[in-house]
């Protein structure tokens, strides 16, 4: 079992950036996907999640309006679009699933993807 994430980078505040999350290895019927993210000297941080049967996403106050979850099933692969980003977006940017489903409970993951870095400069 296997997420590998991409798609980050260094932007400018107020741009827009897309990271993947390709998910391989079983069937992920039933499992939630989240996003994760922890800046620098700070714990991990819930970002939004998505289940993979209904698509019906969950997202984390502070990123609500400006991020979006989605997936293609036929591609396995989870995508959040990120908006109007700020310097407090600077972060590594982690995939992660649980037979849980959606949940802010971290250790609930039994599946964790390598991480893609967010720069976000002023």
């Known amino acids: 079992v296997q997420l590998q994430a991409s798609g980050g980078g260094l932007v400018q505040a107020g741009q827009s950036l897309t990271l993947s999350c390709a998910l391989s290895g079983r069937t992920f019927s039933g499992y939630g996907t989240s996003w994760i993210r922890q800046a620098p000297g700070r714990d991990r941080d819930f970002v939004g999640c998505?289940?993979?049967?209904?698509?019906?996403?969950k997202d984390a106050d502070s990123v609500k309006g400006r991020f979006t979850i989605s997936q293609d099933k036929a591609k396995s692969i989870v995508y959040l679009q990120m908006n109007s980003l700020n310097p407090e977006d600077t972060a590594v940017y982690y995939c992660a699933a649980s037979r849980n489903g959606c949940t802010k409970d971290l250790t609930s993951y039994d599946v964790w993807g390598q991480g893609t870095q967010v720069t976000v400069s002023s």
């Open positions: 998505i289940w993979y049967t209904s698509s019906r996403t």
